[in-house]
């Protein structure tokens, strides 16, 4: 089975173009094998793509644990990189389907890619759990962002694992720990649900940046500074919708044998 090697700000992917396969494979069953950073090819995550039209495709997401998830910041922009490279279409802006929502990403000149992430679902604006105060929101998938006075004071692996599954949450959530540096800028770390600590996470920073914006403590753009480098995170007051930019970058490409 052919593949490729992403990330987005060290959030890494497997990608795999579902209308190039020969045989059925049942990723239920060897997803977490794949992701598997010792003996697999070791990821965050499985993103496979396929087309629907000249200008739509589609991307279902396996994390790490095996299970499938409704959205990923990271991935899509490594997913919108992919499909313009292999010219699966000519336009620099199309639309992706996942489980929760349409995406349309945005090719940029300079190569980064601009995401229209949709409208942010707010859950509960203000919620304190475990002693962390923050927000309930979705981006397609769950997320609750806590604002900390010193990330550096944060157990983010014991208290990531703690939220993800707190009774508040019945299907899990992603976690997210933020500090405010200015009105324009966090410094963010994530547990996500699946997956653990991982160096970025794109729905988290759009998650974190609302919930800034909801405690009147950040502008309307602001740039998250994660540990695998910086996305810009705007939610526009024009049509409620967050838009999300940043990088991503092709590793290698193989095949995995099943």
Same mark, same amino acid.
């Given at each position: 089975?052919?593949?490729?090697?992403?990330? =987005?700000?060290?959030?890494?992917?497997?990608?795999?173009?579902?209308? #190039?396969?020969?045989?059925?494979?049942?990723?239920?069953? $060897?997803?977490?094998? !794949?992701?598997?950073?010792?003996?697999?090819? +070791?990821?965050?995550?499985?993103?496979?793509?396929?087309?629907?039209?000249?200008?739509?495709?589609? !991307?279902?997401?396996?994390?790490?644990?095996?299970?499938?998830?409704? !959205?990923?910041?990271?991935?899509?922009? $490594?997913?919108?990189?992919?499909?313009?490279?292999?010219?699966?279409?000519?336009?620099?802006?199309?639309?992706?389907?996942?489980?929760?929502?349409?995406?349309?990403?945005?090719?940029?000149?300079? +190569?980064? /890619?601009?995401?229209?992430?949709?409208?942010?679902? /707010?859950? $509960?604006?203000?919620?304190?759990?475990?002693?962390?105060?923050?927000?309930?929101?979705?981006?397609?998938?769950?997320?609750? @962002?806590?604002?900390?006075?010193?990330?550096?004071?944060?157990?983010? @692996?014991?208290?990531?694992?703690?939220? #993800?599954?707190?009774?508040?949450?019945?299907?899990?959530?992603?976690?997210?720990?933020?500090?405010?540096?200015?009105?324009?800028?966090?410094? !963010?770390?994530?547990?996500?649900?699946?997956? +653990?600590?991982?160096?970025?996470?794109?729905?988290?920073? $759009? @998650?974190?940046?609302?919930?800034?914006?909801?405690?009147?403590?950040?502008?309307?753009?602001?740039? %998250?500074?994660?540990?695998? =480098?910086?996305?810009?995170?705007?939610?526009?007051?024009?049509?409620?919708? %967050?838009?999300?930019? =940043?990088?991503?970058?092709?590793?290698?490409?193989?095949?995995?044998?099943?």
């Amino acid at each position: 089975m052919k593949f490729a090697k992403w990330h =987005g700000l060290g959030n890494d992917f497997i990608i795999i173009n579902l209308d #190039e396969l020969t045989e059925k494979i049942d990723f239920d069953s $060897c997803s977490a094998a !794949m992701c598997d950073r010792h003996f697999g090819i +070791g990821a965050d995550s499985i993103l496979l793509l396929s087309k629907i039209s000249d200008n739509t495709f589609s !991307m279902k997401i396996y994390t790490a644990d095996g299970l499938t998830t409704e !959205m990923c910041g990271n991935g899509i922009r $490594c997913a919108a990189k992919y499909i313009y490279q292999k010219k699966w279409t000519a336009e620099k802006s199309f639309n992706v389907i996942t489980e929760k929502r349409t995406l349309t990403p945005q090719i940029l000149d300079n +190569g980064e /890619i601009r995401v229209d992430m949709g409208e942010p679902i /707010i859950n $509960c604006a203000d919620l304190t759990l475990q002693g962390f105060n923050g927000s309930d929101i979705s981006m397609g998938n769950p997320h609750f @962002a806590a604002i900390v006075d010193d990330l550096l004071l944060v157990n983010i @692996a014991e208290s990531g694992k703690s939220l #993800e599954l707190d009774s508040h949450f019945p299907n899990r959530s992603n976690i997210e720990f933020f500090q405010i540096l200015d009105r324009r800028n966090i410094r !963010m770390k994530v547990w996500e649900r699946g997956c +653990g600590i991982t160096l970025a996470c794109g729905t988290g920073s $759009c @998650a974190s940046t609302v919930t800034g914006i909801l405690h009147d403590k950040l502008d309307r753009v602001v740039t %998250v500074h994660l540990d695998g =480098g910086k996305l810009q995170v705007e939610w526009s007051q024009a049509n409620n919708h %967050v838009y999300m930019t =940043g990088p991503c970058t092709e590793v290698f490409e193989g095949e995995y044998y099943v």
